[in-house]
Nanobody, 122 residues
Protein backbone atom coordinates (compact mmCIF):
# COMPACT_ATOMS: atom_id res chain seq x y z
CA UNK A 1 0.00 0.00 0.00
CA UNK A 2 1.12 3.53 -0.81
CA UNK A 3 -0.47 6.68 0.54
CA UNK A 4 -0.14 9.97 -1.33
CA UNK A 5 -0.98 13.39 0.07
CA UNK A 6 -0.95 16.49 -2.13
CA UNK A 7 -0.76 20.10 -1.03
CA UNK A 8 -0.04 23.54 -2.44
CA UNK A 9 -3.02 24.27 -4.64
CA UNK A 10 -4.86 27.57 -4.60
CA UNK A 11 -6.03 30.60 -6.56
CA UNK A 12 -3.51 32.55 -8.63
CA UNK A 13 -3.67 35.15 -11.37
CA UNK A 14 -2.61 34.34 -14.90
CA UNK A 15 1.16 34.57 -15.22
CA UNK A 16 1.67 33.60 -11.60
CA UNK A 17 3.28 30.56 -10.02
CA UNK A 18 2.39 27.75 -7.62
CA UNK A 19 4.29 24.77 -6.26
CA UNK A 20 2.47 21.54 -5.55
CA UNK A 21 3.84 18.86 -3.22
CA UNK A 22 3.05 15.17 -3.00
CA UNK A 23 4.35 13.20 -0.03
CA UNK A 24 4.36 9.42 -0.28
CA UNK A 25 4.29 6.88 2.56
CA UNK A 26 4.03 3.13 2.78
CA UNK A 27 5.71 0.74 0.32
CA UNK A 28 7.08 3.50 -1.86
CA UNK A 29 10.10 1.48 -2.98
CA UNK A 30 7.76 -0.73 -4.98
CA UNK A 31 6.74 2.12 -7.26
CA UNK A 32 9.54 3.63 -9.31
CA UNK A 33 7.57 6.39 -11.00
CA UNK A 34 5.62 9.36 -9.71
CA UNK A 35 3.40 11.43 -11.94
CA UNK A 36 1.12 14.42 -11.91
CA UNK A 37 -2.20 14.41 -13.70
CA UNK A 38 -4.95 16.99 -13.82
CA UNK A 39 -8.67 17.00 -14.44
CA UNK A 40 -10.68 20.04 -15.46
CA UNK A 41 -14.47 20.14 -15.05
CA UNK A 42 -16.17 18.01 -17.69
CA UNK A 43 -12.89 16.63 -19.03
CA UNK A 44 -10.89 13.46 -18.63
CA UNK A 45 -7.78 13.03 -16.52
CA UNK A 46 -4.81 14.52 -18.39
CA UNK A 47 -1.15 13.61 -18.00
CA UNK A 48 1.09 16.48 -16.87
CA UNK A 49 4.54 15.10 -15.95
CA UNK A 50 6.35 12.01 -14.61
CA UNK A 51 9.61 11.45 -12.74
CA UNK A 52 11.51 8.38 -11.59
CA UNK A 53 12.65 8.14 -7.97
CA UNK A 54 16.07 6.69 -8.80
CA UNK A 55 17.43 8.59 -11.80
CA UNK A 56 15.23 11.66 -11.70
CA UNK A 57 14.40 11.27 -15.37
CA UNK A 58 11.44 13.40 -16.38
CA UNK A 59 8.88 13.65 -19.15
CA UNK A 60 6.27 16.37 -19.74
CA UNK A 61 3.09 16.90 -21.66
CA UNK A 62 3.59 19.37 -24.51
CA UNK A 63 1.02 21.71 -22.97
CA UNK A 64 3.19 22.33 -19.89
CA UNK A 65 6.72 21.87 -21.23
CA UNK A 66 9.00 24.82 -20.39
CA UNK A 67 6.47 26.14 -17.85
CA UNK A 68 6.23 23.30 -15.32
CA UNK A 69 9.05 21.45 -13.58
CA UNK A 70 8.70 18.14 -11.76
CA UNK A 71 11.32 17.25 -9.14
CA UNK A 72 11.77 14.92 -6.19
CA UNK A 73 13.37 14.83 -2.76
CA UNK A 74 14.10 11.18 -2.03
CA UNK A 75 14.94 11.85 1.62
CA UNK A 76 11.48 13.32 2.16
CA UNK A 77 9.63 10.93 -0.17
CA UNK A 78 8.19 14.02 -1.79
CA UNK A 79 7.60 14.99 -5.39
CA UNK A 80 7.05 18.59 -6.43
CA UNK A 81 5.44 20.32 -9.38
CA UNK A 82 6.63 23.88 -9.88
CA UNK A 83 4.16 25.67 -12.12
CA UNK A 84 5.17 28.98 -13.70
CA UNK A 85 3.51 31.26 -16.24
CA UNK A 86 0.14 29.79 -15.31
CA UNK A 87 -2.76 30.16 -17.72
CA UNK A 88 -6.52 29.97 -17.11
CA UNK A 89 -6.55 26.69 -19.05
CA UNK A 90 -4.31 25.19 -16.35
CA UNK A 91 -7.28 25.35 -13.96
CA UNK A 92 -8.00 21.82 -12.74
CA UNK A 93 -7.76 19.42 -9.84
CA UNK A 94 -4.18 18.15 -9.78
CA UNK A 95 -3.47 14.58 -8.68
CA UNK A 96 -0.23 12.79 -7.99
CA UNK A 97 0.04 9.10 -8.73
CA UNK A 98 2.46 6.23 -8.12
CA UNK A 99 3.12 3.50 -10.65
CA UNK A 100 5.59 0.79 -11.67
CA UNK A 101 5.57 1.80 -15.32
CA UNK A 102 6.90 4.98 -16.89
CA UNK A 103 3.82 6.11 -18.78
CA UNK A 104 1.52 9.07 -19.56
CA UNK A 105 -1.45 6.68 -19.36
CA UNK A 106 -3.38 7.12 -16.14
CA UNK A 107 -4.43 3.46 -16.22
CA UNK A 108 -0.82 2.46 -15.52
CA UNK A 109 -0.81 4.06 -12.07
CA UNK A 110 -1.92 2.15 -9.01
CA UNK A 111 -2.17 4.75 -6.27
CA UNK A 112 -3.60 8.25 -6.31
CA UNK A 113 -3.75 11.20 -3.97
CA UNK A 114 -6.94 13.02 -3.10
CA UNK A 115 -6.21 15.92 -5.44
CA UNK A 116 -5.60 19.62 -4.92
CA UNK A 117 -7.47 22.42 -6.70
CA UNK A 118 -5.56 24.91 -8.84
CA UNK A 119 -7.53 27.88 -10.14
CA UNK A 120 -5.97 30.44 -12.48
CA UNK A 121 -7.92 33.65 -12.98
CA UNK A 122 -7.61 35.77 -16.11
Amino acid sequence: QVQLVESGGGLVQAGGSLRLSCTASGRTSTYANMAWFRQAPGKGREFVAVITWNSGSTYYADSVKARFTISRDNAKNTVYLQMNSLKPEDTAVYYCAAGRTWSPDNKMYDYWGQGTQVTVSS
